[in-house]
């Protein structure tokens, strides 16, 4: 008899609902395109004025190009290297990222799931990263990476002007809230499954590599996520420590050294098919995993 | 379950912490020692002046006045941004039909008020430096200009910049909370909000009777991303306006300020001295941030 | 030197992690650059003869860094660098180019492990005030004192205008080569004047009624500037207050002396700018940059706008071929001037160092004496559309409207040629001075409020020990 009641009175709560919501639904509507033009319009804005000539872009805003200049794309790939740069902004991120996951998760593990003296300490050290205002060590910065650069056999690899030393950086700057986030994950996870395997004679390091890492994957997911995001906007840091040597620039700098140049070749067709180029890639691959994407960081932010 | 436990924890330790002393704690220790110099950067031997640049920077007016926008961008973006975030959130969740399925097309509106998030911050500071342009080059006064209003000076005049800077900035963290909040949202069990329209609750007493306060705990979350964002705000300002923080250090910010100091005037010793007060700030924010959200977990 | 840099690396870890504010133990670790830049092995020199009088080492490499800004680095790769190579095709030149200098050199420069050679120019150049503080520059004297280029008889300080030496001075001695020279004035499209029947103004009512003309004509705005950048808009109101109260207005505020910006002479120039701007600006003035400025200028928007000589140059891409530059200089302001009409802004500039620290600067002031010498001078005057310092280079060539100009004025203006320093010596009352004048310009501020602020901040200056003070 319960069975038959719920479903009566959902049908009539959502018929009621629809009453009253209706008018709002009209309006929700509304204010949804509203910020979906917000959001899209400049950036469509910037494709059009990527195939616009000089005259047309210091002309009216809202005019459409006569012709589609593309060899405005062909100046910004040829003469601002932007394929080069997206080539090493890929190489850095994609070894930043790894290696942030991995000794990220292996010290938050640690940290919330053990307990030893100096724990806390450790893990406040890590923490109080979050607030430390980058802008703060940066020339110090230089002197260590430079100074690492002077290590026999690796030196080369880590020092200044390096992938390899930019991507330490990057490791070393994502930790703090990396470890925040998934020492607050690990923590949330039961701990039978690790039992049962340490009973079977499982070791520490397989614990966590077999049973705890899988387990803490939609955390691990989201993670990824920021630190693919924050690494890929990075600036300040490239900045200061590829500074030399333009083929080993990433694309912000790319972008950001376009922008000045506008001020000075006025080359500003350029400029905007290189803006093209740079939002263009991160929307196509952001389109294509976005369910993953959102999945995983709400996942973990949630927890 | 002790067998080798030093050891793993040990070894799990020691690179991410050596990584981190390395390239993280020395460089921060080392700058709160050149606070205390007036080092130029280029000098080999900095010379120890004590408090001599905390006593100048108490004088400084520009940077109070960027301590200023640090801290009205400390509470106008995380509230406008959650604001925002949430309506949309809620609309696209409970909006729809029946209040409890997502509105029509919620996936497409959830991936596209993500764009922005995927965009560099550098590429949208020189996107939307276009966008405000004063002339009818300028997306937003081509229309005005056409109306036969006179252009608004969105980067140029000093009572408009500020704001725009917060408009750019708000226009880029939107779409991340939307995602983050529609989850939340998607989270909480049907049946509550089955309940609450049974009792007779309309859109916005369902909003603000079940969705905010199963939520509190995420809103939290984002409030505390966004603070720290607040405070760090940097290539937006940089990129963006004239005199980098200007028209007239009318949005100037900490992090432009301390940028400034050292890499133009080469005021190593004055511009650490700033973000040494910087760091204050942002622990200062981050432990109160703590204090206040220790608030009790709704379970269900 | 590695071994020790890296323990103390350790140490200073080690310190942090043990606690935060044990701040004086830590200042050891403070500037890694300390040791780096102390123990670099001495810069290499070589044997001196006829071709290579200052003694460089040809077997070691010359590092060259170009500003890639309006003159662009074609003129250093394609005439200085060919030059060099032609008398020494041994040497081995690496040629680079940035846009950000300082970004890019300051760090090497802190490293003790600068280039040989720095073209160290534009928004983002290094503070030389600092780097002369820090003993980073090369000492030029060896180089004026050289066998020049082209005739070994002749020194190489006799070939170029006293004005570079003098300007690339501090505390007497040269450091720094101002290559190109600059001149300032109000610049126009000669064939639109003609066309509408404009003249170019001889006194200040003069121009205030060309500009209520040209206002009244409602196709064109009168007069704009680089609002972005409003050191354009300062760079002429200081012009306008030497011309009135002569060059010690100048000279004293350089100076950093007490109520130098409060001086008549210099209110009533920021008064008869405030005017201008209350009444003629383009539209949208404030927000538009140099570039944009310029290019309204050649779709003729706009008539009249202040700049320096390479505005020509700049503007190549977007300028109409019969566009036609011209320039003026500032007009009289009234009877009592100090400085007669013609008085300009000039100034060498475009900053060239050869870094001391540098493992070869030898070479890079060789590499300054091939620009000195009259191809590379006329060469560059040709490809860049700029004067130089070198004495007659441009001879023989053939040079665009807006350079004949400019050259023109030049001339013209003889000894009355102005310039002001502190721009160099102080960056932050350069950017306190253009904050404050772009807001005059705009209207909100007044001229007392604007002097004011410059005067405070330079007083501030005089008070901050950490900056090294320069006197002219």
Not at chain 1, 134 to 157: D, K, W
Not at chain 2, 147 to 167: H, K, M, N, R, Y
Not at chain 3, 357 to 380: I, T
Not at chain 3, 406 to 429: C, I, M
């Given at each position: 008899m319960a069975d038959a009641v719920i479903p009566r009175s959902r049908a009539y709560a959502r018929e009621e609902r629809r009453r009253r919501l209706g008018p709002l639904s009209a309006l929700t509507h509304v204010a949804l395109l509203v910020w979906t033009v917000l959001v899209v319009v400049p950036i469509v804005w910037t494709f059009l004025a990527s195939v616009k000539s000089e005259d047309e872009i210091f002309g009216d805003a809202w005019s459409l190009p006569a012709t589609l200049r593309l060899d405005n794309w062909a100046r910004a790939w040829e003469q601002a290297h932007i394929g080069q740069y997206m080539v090493n902004s890929i190489v850095v991120v994609a070894f930043g990222t790894f290696g942030t996951m991995l000794f990220g998760s292996m010290a938050a593990y640690v940290l919330a799931r053990y307990r030893f003296r100096g724990n806390r300490a450790v893990y406040l050290l890590f923490v109080s990263g979050l607030a430390f205002p980058v802008y703060l060590a940066l020339t110090p910065l230089f002197f260590v990476v430079q100074n690492m650069g002077a290590i026999p056999v690796v030196g080369p690899y880590i020092g200044l002007n390096t992938h390899g030393g930019l991507v330490l950086v990057y490791i070393a700057y994502s930790l703090p809230f990396t470890v925040f986030f998934l020492a607050a994950f690990f923590r949330t996870l039961p701990g039978a499954v690790a039992e049962a395997a340490f009973v079977d004679g499982a070791s520490h390091t397989r614990v966590f590599f077999q049973v705890m890492l899988p387990m803490a994957r939609p955390g691990i997911v989201s993670v990824t996520v920021f630190n693919v995001l924050g690494q890929w906007n990075q600036y300040q840091l490239p900045l200061v420590l590829l500074t030399s040597d333009r083929e080993k620039w990433v694309l912000t700098q790319g972008i950001a050294d376009i922008s000045t140049a506008a001020g000075y070749d006025a080359d500003w067709s350029a400029l905007f098919a290189a803006l093209s180029m740079a939002i263009l890639p991160m929307l196509i691959v952001y389109t294509l995993f976005q369910s993953q994407i959102q999945k995983g960081l709400t996942a973990g932010a949630l927890k | 379950m002790n067998h080798g436990r030093t050891r793993f924890v040990a070894g799990f330790l020691a690179v991410p912490v050596a990584l981190y002393l390395i390239y993280v704690i020395a460089p921060y220790a080392q700058a709160f020692s050149i606070a205390l110099t007036d080092w130029r950067g280029v000098n080999a031997s900095p010379r120890f002046v004590g408090l001599e640049n905390f006593r100048r920077l108490w004088d400084d007016d520009v940077f109070w006045r960027a301590v200023g926008h640090n801290l009205v961008l400390l509470v106008l973006l995380p509230v406008l941004t959650i604001g925002i975030a949430l309506f949309f959130a809620f609309l696209l969740n409970a909006g729809g039909r029946g209040g409890t399925e997502g509105v029509w097309g919620s996936r497409f509106y959830r991936v596209v008020f993500f764009f922005p998030q995927v965009l560099a911050v550098a590429v949208v500071a020189v996107l939307f430096q276009q966008v405000f342009r004063p002339d009818r080059s300028g997306m937003l006064n081509a229309p005005l200009i056409a109306l036969g209003f006179e252009p608004i000076g969105f980067l140029s005049s000093t009572d408009v910049a500020f704001w725009s800077i917060l408009a750019v900035l708000v226009w880029q963290a939107v779409g991340f909370y939307v995602v983050l909040f529609s989850a939340g949202i998607a989270s909480i069990p049907r049946e509550l909000f089955e309940a609450a329209a049974i009792d007779g609750a309309g859109g916005a007493r369902l909003f603000l009777r079940v969705t905010l306060p199963l939520l509190w705990d995420t809103v939290q979350v984002g409030w505390v991303y966004l603070g720290i964002a607040a405070l760090d705000v940097f290539a937006v300002v940089w990129v963006m306006t004239a005199e980098h923080g200007g028209p007239d250090h009318s949005t100037t910010v900490m992090a432009a300020e301390i940028y400034r100091t050292a890499f133009q005037y080469f005021k190593f010793g004055y511009a650490s001295a700033m973000g040494v007060v910087l760091f204050f700030f942002t622990i200062g924010f981050a432990i109160l941030a703590l204090r206040l959200s220790r608030r009790e977990r709704i379970e269900f | 030197m590695t071994r020790l840099s890296r323990r103390e690396l350790l140490r200073c870890a080690a310190l942090a992690g043990l606690a935060l504010p044990a701040l004086p133990a830590l200042s050891a670790c403070a500037t890694p650059a300390g040791n780096g830049g102390a123990a670099s092995s001495a810069p290499a020199v070589g044997a001196t003869s006829a071709t290579n009088p200052l003694g460089f080492a040809e077997n070691r490499p010359l590092e060259i860094w170009i500003f890639d800004g309006g003159f662009g680095d074609a003129y250093a790769k394609d005439v200085h660098e060919r030059i060099l190579r032609t008398r020494h095709p041994k040497l081995e030149i690496r040629h680079n180019a940035t846009k950000e200098i300082a970004k890019t050199l300051q760090p090497r420069f802190a490293g003790g492990n600068p280039p040989e050679f720095v073209n160290n120019s534009g928004a983002g150049a290094m503070d030389f005030g600092a780097l002369v503080q820090d003993g980073q520059l090369a000492d030029l004297t060896p180089l004026l004192d050289a066998a020049s280029w082209d005739d070994p008889a002749v020194k190489v300080r006799d070939t170029i205008d006293p004005a570079a030496v003098e300007l690339g001075s501090y505390d007497g001695k040269p450091y720094v080569l101002n290559y190109a020279n600059t001149v300032w004035g109000i610049w126009y499209s000669r064939k639109l004047f003609e066309a509408e029947g404009w003249q170019v103004p001889r006194t200040w009512a003069d121009f205030l009624a060309l500009c209520e003309t040209i206002k009244k004509s409602g196709r064109t705005a009168p007069f704009t500037y680089a609002g972005k950048h409003p050191f354009y808009i300062y760079e002429a109101i200081l012009t306008l207050a030497a011309k009135i109260g002569g060059k010690d207005v100048l000279k004293n505020i350089d100076n950093l002396q007490e109520g130098a910006w409060k001086a008549e002479p210099v209110t009533r120039a920021a008064g008869a700018f405030a005017e201008l701007g209350a009444k003629y600006l383009l539209q949208g003035t404030a927000g538009l940059d140099h570039v944009q400025t310029q290019t309204a200028q050649n779709k003729g928007q706009v008539a009249m706008l202040p700049c320096g000589s390479w505005l020509e140059n700049e503007q190549k891409d977007s300028t109409p071929a019969d566009f036609d530059y011209a320039m003026f200089p500032l007009p009289d302001f009234g009877s009592s001037d100090a400085l007669p009409y013609g008085t300009l802004h000039a100034q060498p500039g475009e900053e060239y160092v050869v870094p001391a620290?540098?493992?070869?600067?030898r070479a890079g002031l060789e590499y300054m004496r091939a620009m000195l010498s009259k191809e590379g001078a006329g060469e560059f005057m040709e490809l860049v559309s700029t004067l130089t310092v070198v004495k007659g280079a441009g001879e023989g060539r053939a040079l665009k409207p807006g350079l004949k100009s400019a050259s023109a004025a030049l001339t013209a203006a003889g000894d009355n040629a102005v310039w002001f320093l502190f721009r160099k010596w102080y960056a932050e009352l350069h950017d306190e001075v253009a904050a404050a004048s772009g807001q005059l310009m705009s209207g909100k501020l007044s001229v007392a409020e604007w002097a004011d602020r410059a005067q405070r901040k330079a007083d501030a200056l005089k008070a901050d020990s950490s900056v090294k003070k320069f006197t002219r």
């Amino acid at each position: 008899m319960a069975d038959a009641v719920i479903p009566r009175s959902r049908a009539y709560a959502r018929e009621e609902r629809r009453r009253r919501l209706g008018p709002l639904s009209a309006l929700t509507h509304v204010a949804l395109l509203v910020w979906t033009v917000l959001v899209v319009v400049p950036i469509v804005w910037t494709f059009l004025a990527s195939v616009k000539s000089e005259d047309e872009i210091f002309g009216d805003a809202w005019s459409l190009p006569a012709t589609l200049r593309l060899d405005n794309w062909a100046r910004a790939w040829e003469q601002a290297h932007i394929g080069q740069y997206m080539v090493n902004s890929i190489v850095v991120v994609a070894f930043g990222t790894f290696g942030t996951m991995l000794f990220g998760s292996m010290a938050a593990y640690v940290l919330a799931r053990y307990r030893f003296r100096g724990n806390r300490a450790v893990y406040l050290l890590f923490v109080s990263g979050l607030a430390f205002p980058v802008y703060l060590a940066l020339t110090p910065l230089f002197f260590v990476v430079q100074n690492m650069g002077a290590i026999p056999v690796v030196g080369p690899y880590i020092g200044l002007n390096t992938h390899g030393g930019l991507v330490l950086v990057y490791i070393a700057y994502s930790l703090p809230f990396t470890v925040f986030f998934l020492a607050a994950f690990f923590r949330t996870l039961p701990g039978a499954v690790a039992e049962a395997a340490f009973v079977d004679g499982a070791s520490h390091t397989r614990v966590f590599f077999q049973v705890m890492l899988p387990m803490a994957r939609p955390g691990i997911v989201s993670v990824t996520v920021f630190n693919v995001l924050g690494q890929w906007n990075q600036y300040q840091l490239p900045l200061v420590l590829l500074t030399s040597d333009r083929e080993k620039w990433v694309l912000t700098q790319g972008i950001a050294d376009i922008s000045t140049a506008a001020g000075y070749d006025a080359d500003w067709s350029a400029l905007f098919a290189a803006l093209s180029m740079a939002i263009l890639p991160m929307l196509i691959v952001y389109t294509l995993f976005q369910s993953q994407i959102q999945k995983g960081l709400t996942a973990g932010a949630l927890k | 379950m002790n067998h080798g436990r030093t050891r793993f924890v040990a070894g799990f330790l020691a690179v991410p912490v050596a990584l981190y002393l390395i390239y993280v704690i020395a460089p921060y220790a080392q700058a709160f020692s050149i606070a205390l110099t007036d080092w130029r950067g280029v000098n080999a031997s900095p010379r120890f002046v004590g408090l001599e640049n905390f006593r100048r920077l108490w004088d400084d007016d520009v940077f109070w006045r960027a301590v200023g926008h640090n801290l009205v961008l400390l509470v106008l973006l995380p509230v406008l941004t959650i604001g925002i975030a949430l309506f949309f959130a809620f609309l696209l969740n409970a909006g729809g039909r029946g209040g409890t399925e997502g509105v029509w097309g919620s996936r497409f509106y959830r991936v596209v008020f993500f764009f922005p998030q995927v965009l560099a911050v550098a590429v949208v500071a020189v996107l939307f430096q276009q966008v405000f342009r004063p002339d009818r080059s300028g997306m937003l006064n081509a229309p005005l200009i056409a109306l036969g209003f006179e252009p608004i000076g969105f980067l140029s005049s000093t009572d408009v910049a500020f704001w725009s800077i917060l408009a750019v900035l708000v226009w880029q963290a939107v779409g991340f909370y939307v995602v983050l909040f529609s989850a939340g949202i998607a989270s909480i069990p049907r049946e509550l909000f089955e309940a609450a329209a049974i009792d007779g609750a309309g859109g916005a007493r369902l909003f603000l009777r079940v969705t905010l306060p199963l939520l509190w705990d995420t809103v939290q979350v984002g409030w505390v991303y966004l603070g720290i964002a607040a405070l760090d705000v940097f290539a937006v300002v940089w990129v963006m306006t004239a005199e980098h923080g200007g028209p007239d250090h009318s949005t100037t910010v900490m992090a432009a300020e301390i940028y400034r100091t050292a890499f133009q005037y080469f005021k190593f010793g004055y511009a650490s001295a700033m973000g040494v007060v910087l760091f204050f700030f942002t622990i200062g924010f981050a432990i109160l941030a703590l204090r206040l959200s220790r608030r009790e977990r709704i379970e269900f | 030197m590695t071994r020790l840099s890296r323990r103390e690396l350790l140490r200073c870890a080690a310190l942090a992690g043990l606690a935060l504010p044990a701040l004086p133990a830590l200042s050891a670790c403070a500037t890694p650059a300390g040791n780096g830049g102390a123990a670099s092995s001495a810069p290499a020199v070589g044997a001196t003869s006829a071709t290579n009088p200052l003694g460089f080492a040809e077997n070691r490499p010359l590092e060259i860094w170009i500003f890639d800004g309006g003159f662009g680095d074609a003129y250093a790769k394609d005439v200085h660098e060919r030059i060099l190579r032609t008398r020494h095709p041994k040497l081995e030149i690496r040629h680079n180019a940035t846009k950000e200098i300082a970004k890019t050199l300051q760090p090497r420069f802190a490293g003790g492990n600068p280039p040989e050679f720095v073209n160290n120019s534009g928004a983002g150049a290094m503070d030389f005030g600092a780097l002369v503080q820090d003993g980073q520059l090369a000492d030029l004297t060896p180089l004026l004192d050289a066998a020049s280029w082209d005739d070994p008889a002749v020194k190489v300080r006799d070939t170029i205008d006293p004005a570079a030496v003098e300007l690339g001075s501090y505390d007497g001695k040269p450091y720094v080569l101002n290559y190109a020279n600059t001149v300032w004035g109000i610049w126009y499209s000669r064939k639109l004047f003609e066309a509408e029947g404009w003249q170019v103004p001889r006194t200040w009512a003069d121009f205030l009624a060309l500009c209520e003309t040209i206002k009244k004509s409602g196709r064109t705005a009168p007069f704009t500037y680089a609002g972005k950048h409003p050191f354009y808009i300062y760079e002429a109101i200081l012009t306008l207050a030497a011309k009135i109260g002569g060059k010690d207005v100048l000279k004293n505020i350089d100076n950093l002396q007490e109520g130098a910006w409060k001086a008549e002479p210099v209110t009533r120039a920021a008064g008869a700018f405030a005017e201008l701007g209350a009444k003629y600006l383009l539209q949208g003035t404030a927000g538009l940059d140099h570039v944009q400025t310029q290019t309204a200028q050649n779709k003729g928007q706009v008539a009249m706008l202040p700049c320096g000589s390479w505005l020509e140059n700049e503007q190549k891409d977007s300028t109409p071929a019969d566009f036609d530059y011209a320039m003026f200089p500032l007009p009289d302001f009234g009877s009592s001037d100090a400085l007669p009409y013609g008085t300009l802004h000039a100034q060498p500039g475009e900053e060239y160092v050869v870094p001391a620290k540098s493992a070869n600067p030898r070479a890079g002031l060789e590499y300054m004496r091939a620009m000195l010498s009259k191809e590379g001078a006329g060469e560059f005057m040709e490809l860049v559309s700029t004067l130089t310092v070198v004495k007659g280079a441009g001879e023989g060539r053939a040079l665009k409207p807006g350079l004949k100009s400019a050259s023109a004025a030049l001339t013209a203006a003889g000894d009355n040629a102005v310039w002001f320093l502190f721009r160099k010596w102080y960056a932050e009352l350069h950017d306190e001075v253009a904050a404050a004048s772009g807001q005059l310009m705009s209207g909100k501020l007044s001229v007392a409020e604007w002097a004011d602020r410059a005067q405070r901040k330079a007083d501030a200056l005089k008070a901050d020990s950490s900056v090294k003070k320069f006197t002219r």
